[in-house]
């Protein structure tokens, strides 16, 4: 029988699971509040002021479709947030907006975590497909070759999720510095941005959390399979 989607994977990675649902929670509530209460700049506003004041004149800021799609694009220097964000001039568009600016000047500095994470973007894209598929197929077969090889390949995504927590941790400090340097946000409203940007970061953890629980419950099933 394969044992590969045994149930016990669900109980195994459940810590994982409960952390990632309460971080959801947190950023659900923490938005919505922070959307209540109004600032002197739209989200695309206050990631040009802190872009220019950096020095990244260079670097665009573009709206994009979807919720929750902002993002940095190191490739192109275009920093791109969702309509939300973009046009909202509420305390939670301005810090969103200015965690993104964030990753423009790590990128500009060239942070290392944040070199580091680029670098491991393709790795972490192949070894999460590539990886649980030779290990699907490896204990289908019972060779063990391939189930060490996509075990190798799945650790390839912890490590980007290992490296990817200071980036974010990082961008979001220094966008709380910007936002308090910069006049955009008063300290007294920073109560908000902090509790939107620390619920976002908790659901980094949770799935750093996740692919660790994952690579463990690989390498269990693989040394049950040798014993």
Do not use: C
């Not at 459940?14 to 947190?26: D, K, M, S, V």
Request: hydrophobic letters at 55%; charged letters at 10%.
């Amino acid at each position: 029988m394969l044992y590969f989607f045994n149930p016990m994977y669900f109980l195994f990675i459940a810590p994982a699971l409960i952390l990632g649902i309460w971080a959801q929670y947190r950023v659900r509530s923490a938005y919505a509040a922070a959307s209540r209460v109004r600032s002197t700049l739209s989200g695309a506003a206050a990631a040009r002021h802190i872009l220019d004041s950096a020095g990244l004149g260079r670097v665009d800021v573009e709206m994009v479709p979807g919720f929750m799609s902002d993002h940095y694009d190191p490739r192109h220097k275009v920093l791109r947030l969702s309509p939300e964000v973009y046009r909202g001039q509420t305390l939670a568009s301005v810090g969103i907006a200015a965690h993104e600016a964030g990753h423009a000047i790590q990128d500009a500095h060239a942070y290392a975590p944040l070199v580091v994470r680029n670098a491991a973007v393709p790795v972490a894209g192949f070894g999460s497909n590539a990886g649980i598929l030779l290990l699907i197929v490896g204990f289908i077969f019972n060779f063990g070759p391939l189930i060490w090889a996509g075990i190798a390949l799945f650790a390839g995504v912890v490590f980007f999720q290992l490296v990817n927590l200071p980036v974010e941790f990082n961008a979001s400090a220094r966008a709380k510095v910007q936002l308090v340097e910069l006049g955009i946000v008063s300290p007294q409203e920073m109560t908000y941005v902090d509790r939107v940007l620390n619920a976002a970061a908790l659901t980094y953890v949770a799935a750093t959390l996740q692919a660790i629980l994952t690579l463990l419950y690989y390498l269990m099933l693989a040394g049950n399979r040798r014993n």
